[in-house]
């Protein structure tokens, strides 16, 4: 009972740490049909910016997540304008080498600037200790994490649903040429949502830093796992993406407790079957 | 079709003249490369036997890529199959006999590749790579759990091919495997020039362009496809045998998302949809890689990264479809 | 049965929907039948209904009395029925010579070899070039299609027909998109098709289905409204209905 209790607890938090950083690649996938392997890296970024920030420069933990996401929308801003913008309805291929080269540049450049060792981010007194829950305890951060996944879930549902800011995204994902005849300005849309998904991923990734730990491989490390959310759940679909990153995050944390030697191994197997179960995703649109 | 759109033919579409002609002109090049790095670098043999083995998994790749249109982050599975198999069969059940581990290796990259063409053509598009890429880290976690058979990290060392025909011993130079490397591939490269231009290879050359009109003449679009892989599976593992003949370990990096990307980033880099470009991509990608590495190992991924993009930005068809446009608008300015 | 191809009260329908309702209708040999109706008459669900990318919900297709009904696509390509597509579908890289090629290879079953090249089969390159010429298409074989007219493609298209030599030809509106003072040349070329051969033709081009066709049938709100010659049809007063609604009357009392 122990045991299934700490599993369920881990994949909760797990899964919602990849719903933070999946989501936004989810929706500027199903926006711009951008394939895009290095949203991993935003998140990682993310991640660095945050230790600087918290390790060296001795920043409180708030102030560490307020900067990384700032921080990483500033270094993302140009990559969107200068790299991202060509590759818009580009084929596929195009999309992946571009999206790769990005990736191995952030990889090679953390490694330089950072080394290649891990990098942790210091927790406040208040996420460090047990939380008790009367019958159970449970780790703070992990508390902390789960509850930062419900409030994007929230927070996203309600910009998308009820600001017109979520009229002309939800317009522009069904048909870009026709809200654009209605006077949606899509470039502005395709660049807000493109901040929104960097910054999100680089949230996740400081939220998460204890449990997808920051290195320079964590690009590569997780982009099949962040991809595969995206490919389960449906591009731009919340509750898919929201599905799909609870059954990973439950499948994986489950084996890793199960059979620590074959985790991977399982998971990968996992990701396989779920495809080929749901090739169009569990609650994606057919093209 | 946007500007930055990558090509996937940097061969002229039009071939109706004499193909014969081009085909000795291509085994005469690559005759004339290899005995040109024999003289120059006879200190390197090994890093050329090498770049030939990483060709075979570069064409292998071309084929399902560069002719059939599809995008896979997964191929060196095809490459490290083919790679174990030879190594396994090597140290495990004593096959040392080159030629035959040879053959093992085509078998194996022949079997991963029908494994893999299954399991990655059931998804299109984001599923497609995501099942690609799913599929290299499944090859690889097995490769690696299975430590019994193939060494796991460690890699799988002690293999020791018999002298090549009986004869030719594999020397410390590398001379024998080099000249094994250069007599395979090009019978590979003949081979493939006749498959390429098959009614087969037309039959892939319209899956890439149309699926769509293909299915309505009647052909089967995922057959061919499957059967494309296979075939690229073959090519794919001699390559990695040849690899584990000449250097005599398999590393679990053969089996890596890693060599799958760089793999794919050199058949762009020369030209996808064209032999000339996957050789031409392989040469100038490792030879840079060598430079490099030797130079600053810190900064190699850096720019491999940076070589993509430029590729996407500037070169969309690649080294050789480049220079074949090049060469095509210079000769009709002056004919 | 004299009927070489037939379908046999068709329904399709999209959640409570019926977009095709009991479509009934039969082909013999040498037919020449233009299906036409006004828009959202349900004629794209017909045409995906009877090549196999639509599951009816109930129903038969029947090819010389076989149920071809559960067949894929491929499979009814295969027993002789091939359609043409209303947007070309071709292979912009590949050559008119490489199409036709392609599709004569793939009908004799040898488009899966592997060695050897069209260029050194006569037989197939004779065939090929007897069909480029019959289009007047002859002096474009080896130019990659993306670079030839788009009147020149709808007639590649039509090509591929030929050369797959089917038994019932689907032409989804074979002119579209080819300007009017052009469209004789595909009329030419659809005289060029075999007298055996059954084709079913969707067209809106009411002048070149008055020329070609023999039979016409009328689909309306996914129903066969009229069926019959040419002649009847502008007569008949419930395709008036269908076509210009309220109008009808009036416009054949003026």
């Given amino acids: 009972m122990q045991v299934f209790f700490s599993i369920g607890v881990d994949a909760l938090a797990y899964g919602m740490v990849l719903f933070i950083i999946s989501i936004g690649l989810s929706v500027t996938m199903g926006l711009m049909r951008v394939v895009n392997l290095a949203h991993g890296a935003f998140a990682m970024i993310g991640g660095y910016i945050a230790s600087y920030a918290a390790r060296d420069l001795g920043l409180g933990y708030g102030f560490a997540i307020i900067l990384a996401v700032i921080g990483t929308i500033v270094i993302a801003i140009p990559l969107e304008r200068f790299l991202y913008r060509r590759i818009y309805g580009a084929p596929e291929l195009t999309q992946v080498l571009m999206t790769i080269g990005i990736t191995f540049c952030v990889i090679g450049l953390a490694n330089y600037v950072f080394g290649p060792t891990l990098k942790t981010i210091p927790l406040p007194a208040d996420l460090q200790g047990p939380v008790n829950l009367g019958f159970r305890t449970i780790a703070a951060h992990k508390l902390f994490a789960i509850g930062c996944g419900v409030a994007v879930a929230l927070g996203l549902w309600f910009l998308i649903e009820r600001t017109s800011f979520g009229v002309k995204l939800r317009a522009s994902v069904d048909n870009t040429a026709m809200a654009a005849s209605l006077g949606v300005r899509t470039r502005i849309v395709y660049a807000a949502s493109f901040a929104l998904a960097v910054g999100l991923a680089a949230f996740g990734g400081v939220i998460g830093a204890e449990l997808l730990p920051v290195e320079p491989y964590y690009a590569l490390r997780y982009m099949v796992t962040f991809l595969v959310v995206v490919s389960v759940g449906g591009a731009g679909s919340i509750p898919g993406a929201l599905i799909a990153c609870l059954l990973l995050g439950a499948i994986d944390t489950t084996g890793r407790y199960l059979v620590p030697e074959y985790g991977e191994f399982f998971f990968y197997l996992a990701v396989i079957a779920i495809v080929w179960v749901f090739p169009r995703g569990l609650l994606g649109r057919a093209k | 079709m946007s500007a930055t759109g990558i090509s996937t033919s940097a061969a002229p579409a039009v071939r109706t003249g004499r193909p014969w002609q081009r085909d000795l002109i291509g085994v005469a090049v690559i005759l004339l490369a290899s005995i040109g790095g024999y003289v120059l670098f006879p200190d390197n043999l090994a890093l050329l036997t090498r770049i030939i083995a990483i060709m075979f998994l570069v064409l292998s790749l071309d084929l399902v890529t560069g002719y059939c249109g599809v995008a896979t982050l997964g191929h060196a599975a095809l490459f490290g199959a083919g790679a174990y198999a030879a190594g396994i069969a090597a140290v495990t059940f004593g096959i040392t006999e080159p030629l035959s581990m040879i053959a093992i290796g085509a078998i194996a990259g022949a079997a991963a590749g029908l494994v893999s063409g299954v399991v990655i053509l059931r998804g299109h598009g984001l599923a497609q790579l995501v099942l690609s890429i799913a599929v290299i880290h499944l090859f690889h976690e097995a490769a690696n759990k299975a430590s019994a058979y193939t060494g796991g990290s460690d890699g799988l060392s002690g293999i020791a091919p018999d002298p090549l025909l009986g004869l030719f011993a594999f020397d410390l130079w590398g001379r024998t495997a080099y000249i094994f490397g250069i007599v395979l591939l090009i019978a590979a490269f003949v081979l493939l020039r006749i498959l390429v231009r098959s009614p087969f290879g037309m039959l892939c050359r319209g899956i890439r362009q149309d699926p769509v009109r293909v299915s309505a003449m ?118 | 049965m004299s009927a070489v191809f037939a379908v046999e009260r068709l329904k399709k329908s999209f959640g409570g929907l019926d977009v095709t309702r009991d479509v009934s209708l039969s082909m013999a040999r040498g037919d020449r039948l233009a299906l036409i109706g006004p828009n959202g008459a349900g004629k794209t669900t017909f045409v995906n209904l009877v090549t196999g990318h639509l599951q009816a919900s ?46 004569i290879l793939q009908r004799e079953g040898k488009s899966g070899r592997m060695a050897g090249n069209f260029h050194a089969m006569p037989q197939v390159m004779r065939e090929m070039n007897g069909i480029l010429d019959t289009l007047s298409l002859g002096a474009l074989a080896s130019v990659p299609v993306g670079a030839i007219a788009y009147g020149q493609q709808r007639l590649l298209e039509i090509a591929l027909a030929m050369a797959l030599r089917p038994k019932v030809l689907l032409l989804d509106e074979p002119a579209a998109g080819v300007p009017h003072s052009d469209t004789f040349l595909i009329e030419n070329a659809l005289a060029q098709l075999p007298d055996d051969l059954a084709v079913l033709m969707i067209e809106h081009d009411m002048d070149l289905v008055f020329r070609f066709a023999k039979r016409v049938v009328v689909l309306a709100a996914g129903a066969v409204i009229f069926d019959g010659s040419p002649r009847d049809v502008t007569k008949d007063a419930r395709v008036r209905e269908a076509y210009l609604g309220s109008y009808a009357h009036a416009g054949s009392a003026a």
Wanted: glycine content about 10%; proline content about 4%.
């Fill in chain 3, 58 to 103: 109930s129903g038969r297709v029947l090819m010389d009395g076989e149920d071809i009904s559960r067949f894929s696509p491929m499979r009814r390509v295969r027993a002789g029925l091939v359609r043409s597509f209303q947007v070309t579908r071709l292979f912009p890289e590949m050559t008119p010579g490489e199409h036709v090629a392609l599709a």
């Fill in chain 2, 218 to 335: 009647g052909a089967s679009v995922k057959a061919s496809l499957i059967r494309m892989y296979v075939i690229s599976g073959v090519v794919a593992g001699i390559g990695g045998a040849l690899n584990a003949v000449s250097t005599q370990v398999v590393g679990l990096d053969s089996l890596s998302f890693t060599n799958s990307a760089e793999a794919l980033v050199m058949l762009v880099l020369g030209g996808a949809g064209s032999l000339f470009g996957a050789l031409a991509g392989t040469v100038v990608f490792m030879w840079f890689e060598h430079v490099v590495s030797a130079a600053n190992p810190f900064h190699w991924l850096t720019i491999v990264g940076a070589l993509l993009i430029a590729v996407v930005l500037f070169a969309p068809k690649g080294l050789y479809g480049t220079a074949a446009d090049l060469a095509r608008r210079f000769a009709r300015s002056n004919p």
